[in-house]
């Protein structure tokens, strides 16, 4: 059985300084919290980081004798339950949090699969109609779920993989900026993670046109501009079912090469250094996602992060002389920053998706535990003076600064289905620059 702690598709496998604790008490919503319920959140969190299941579910219960429409407590309720093999005091959590429109997809997730593991096919079934009614949009997670297998037979299984393949659309998403700040590149695919086509694509940042930049059977997705923009790196597959590599394409000649020989499992979020001669990526050949160094050429393969936890999204400082990346090694999804060989590896704050602005001087990262929606938040580099920007009831993630400092691109749900979006660095003037409905009049592809 799953054990989500984060948004699926992001599965991210997401998350006790001083520092960690003031960002958990400035993320919190001002208007449903008090300096009491703040401090009882903290040592949810401590808890959750140190496994400590049977803690978590003594300080949650605590918070909801007091407060029983927190919905954050609910959910950590329910995952502890869930760690502990309580699963129908789990299911109940959830549903809880469900209601409360906690995550709610990643909560009616849950609670499909804790009905399918208990044997209860009809609130399993109930879960998953609400989901797909809610836009659930990954029919091969419903078909691969061990838990919900037993539904296989029930006569309402069609109904629900029929209606979750109607909710597949076309999408934008992974957005970067060009180091010019000019353009934005990212992925146009089917919404099913991983897609079964997708493309590169780029638009200019101040709108207009987009432009399709790869041309190749099979999936191109998260890509990054070379510093000089001639070229691009991304991952590709032959097909949804292929391991996921990353190659290298010239922007004239569209003649690409694969930048890496070595098996190194699935190849995600390349990020190019600004003086083009390295690439950063994760990969996940030994069961956890790693952060991986390379020349440009294919020499020099280095891992940069252990192999024991997940350690992922890596971006590189402005002026090559760090990294930046997410990794949940210390039990929750936190921002790390490293040299470039690796050494002094060092947790900042809570947060995923990190990117840090070229004057160094702040942190752009989006968050989904706070309040159940994902947001995007901005740090200064010490972890300090955390505020949420941009869209408050809508599902954002992968925000990036401009290499100016003054915008910020990102993928946002607003249309039910990602498109690519720019605003302001205070959240203001923000507007969409994609849309996928109307390039592409065949949204589901079949």
Not at 223 to 241: C, H, I, L, N, T
Not at 278 to 299: K, L
Not at 344 to 366: C, M, Y
Request: contains cysteine; negative net charge.
């Amino acid at each position: 059985m799953a054990h989500h702690d984060i948004v699926g598709s992001r599965s991210a496998a997401f998350f006790a300084s001083t520092i960690a604790i003031l960002v958990c008490l400035s993320f919190l919503p001002k208007k449903q919290s008090t300096p009491d319920l703040e401090s009882r959140y903290t040592q949810l969190d401590q808890a959750k980081r140190e496994k400590n299941w049977n803690r978590v579910v003594e300080l949650a219960t605590r918070v909801l004798n007091e407060h029983p429409d927190s919905a954050r407590a609910w959910y950590r309720l329910g995952s502890a339950e869930e760690n502990l093999g309580h699963f129908a005091k789990a299911q109940e959590a959830f549903q809880h949090a469900a209601d409360l429109n906690y995550d709610r997809r990643g909560s009616l997730w849950e609670i499909a699969e804790l009905a399918g593991h208990q044997g209860n096919a009809s609130q399993a079934i109930t879960a998953l109609r609400l989901l797909v009614a809610a836009g659930f949009d990954q029919p091969a997670q419903i078909e691969g779920s061990a838990d919900l297998a037993l539904l296989k037979s029930d006569p309402a299984w069609p109904e629900l993989l029929a209606a979750a393949k109607a909710n597949v659309t076309w999408q934008a998403s992974d957005p970067r900026w060009s180091k010019d700040g000019t353009r934005i590149s990212y992925a146009r695919g089917l919404s099913e993670f991983p897609p079964r086509s997708a493309q590169i694509f780029s638009v200019l940042a101040d709108g207009g046109a987009e432009t399709q930049l790869t041309f190749g059977p099979g999936i191109h997705v998260m890509p990054d501009f070379s510093p000089d923009g001639r070229k691009v790196v991304y991952s590709r597959a032959p097909s949804r079912e292929a391991k996921r590599t990353l190659c290298i394409e010239d922007l004239n000649t569209h003649q690409s090469r694969f930048l890496i020989t070595e098996d190194l499992g699935n190849e995600h979020f390349p990020s190019w250094s600004p003086d083009g001669k390295r690439i950063v990526f994760n990969a996940d050949s030994n069961g956890h996602r790693q952060v991986y160094v390379v020349n440009a050429d294919g020499s020099g393969l280095r891992a940069l992060t252990p192999p024991d936890a997940h350690s992922d999204y890596a971006r590189w400082y402005a002026d090559g002389t760090g990294i930046t990346f997410e990794s949940d090694r210390a039990g929750m999804w936190d921002t790390y920053v490293t040299n470039t060989q690796g050494e002094e590896q060092r947790r900042i704050a809570w947060g995923s998706t990190p990117n840090l602005s070229h004057d160094g001087k702040r942190f752009v990262f989006d968050n989904l535990l706070i309040t159940g929606i994902a947001h995007i938040y901005v740090m200064n580099a010490d972890g300090t003076h955390v505020k949420s920007v941009g869209p408050e009831t809508t599902e954002v993630w992968e925000p990036e600064w401009s290499p100016d400092g003054k915008q910020i691109t990102f993928m946002s749900r607003a249309t039910g289905h990602f498109e690519i979006c720019v605003m302001d660095a205070d959240g203001s003037h923000l507007r969409q620059l994609t849309n996928s409905a109307a390039s592409i009049t065949d949204a589901r592809g079949r």
